[in-house]
């Protein structure tokens, strides 16, 4: 079974995911990491900082996994492009994502990209299935977790919960070069 973490960057993924695969022993597959480690792209996007992930070399890479282990957490922003069983769809406040990214030190423009990837659903409108998706603005990742394991064992499906549009528009009309 295929669990996706996925949401805009700075969302809490990786967080959420460590607790969640620690409390049950479940395997976490970083994405970002895997593709990096394991030459899993094309090629690098040294403007953005960022790979072009071969998604055929990605999936054989997961399935070998797979091989070993039944449940793994895909935590990543396309991991919900990676044929989960379930996708949680994290969100989050973009001040809030703004302010992590920048400390990450990402440069303005792909801080810009990802708050308004947030603002325009991206990640919830690419993804597919069963989906469960939750605002974790000003949540701890206990409670957070404790939402998700609850939302897989009753195999519970929600989306459209949070609009980030009407407050945070003017981001989208931001450019910078
Ligand atoms: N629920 C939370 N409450 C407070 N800080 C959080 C929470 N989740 C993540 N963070 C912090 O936000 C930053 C980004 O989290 P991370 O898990 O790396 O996001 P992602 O994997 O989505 O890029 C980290 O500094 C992390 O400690």
Redesign the pocket.
Same mark, same amino acid.
């Given at each position: 079974m295929r669990i996706a973490i996925t949401?805009t960057?700075?969302?809490?993924?990786?967080?959420?995911s460590k607790v969640l695969g620690n409390k049950f022993g479940i395997k976490v597959i970083d994405i970002t990491e895997a593709v990096k480690k394991h030459k899993l792209y094309t090629e690098k996007d040294e403007e953005m900082d960022s790979y072009v992930i071969d998604f055929e070399k990605l999936e054989n890479f997961i399935k070998e996994i797979e091989e070993k282990e039944k449940v793994i957490i895909l +935590?990543g922003h396309v991991s919900h492009l990676l044929n989960p069983d379930y996708t949680i769809v994290l969100r989050c406040n973009p001040e809030i994502i703004k302010e992590?990214l920048e400390k990450r030190g990402y440069k303005p423009k792909k801080v810009l990209e990802n708050i308004q990837a947030e603002i325009l659903d991206v990640c919830l409108c690419e993804s597919k299935g069963k989906i469960y998706e939750i605002d974790?603005t000003g949540? +701890?990742?206990e409670d957070?977790v404790s939402e998700i394991i609850e939302a897989i064992k009753n195999k519970k499906e929600r989306k459209g919960i949070v609009d980030w549009t009407e407050k945070y528009f003017d981001y989208l009309t931001l450019e910078i070069r």
């Amino acid at each position: 079974m295929r669990i996706a973490i996925t949401g805009t960057p700075g969302v809490g993924k990786t967080t959420v995911s460590k607790v969640l695969g620690n409390k049950f022993g479940i395997k976490v597959i970083d994405i970002t990491e895997a593709v990096k480690k394991h030459k899993l792209y094309t090629e690098k996007d040294e403007e953005m900082d960022s790979y072009v992930i071969d998604f055929e070399k990605l999936e054989n890479f997961i399935k070998e996994i797979e091989e070993k282990e039944k449940v793994i957490i895909l +935590d990543g922003h396309v991991s919900h492009l990676l044929n989960p069983d379930y996708t949680i769809v994290l969100r989050c406040n973009p001040e809030i994502i703004k302010e992590r990214l920048e400390k990450r030190g990402y440069k303005p423009k792909k801080v810009l990209e990802n708050i308004q990837a947030e603002i325009l659903d991206v990640c919830l409108c690419e993804s597919k299935g069963k989906i469960y998706e939750i605002d974790t603005t000003g949540r +701890d990742v206990e409670d957070i977790v404790s939402e998700i394991i609850e939302a897989i064992k009753n195999k519970k499906e929600r989306k459209g919960i949070v609009d980030w549009t009407e407050k945070y528009f003017d981001y989208l009309t931001l450019e910078i070069r």
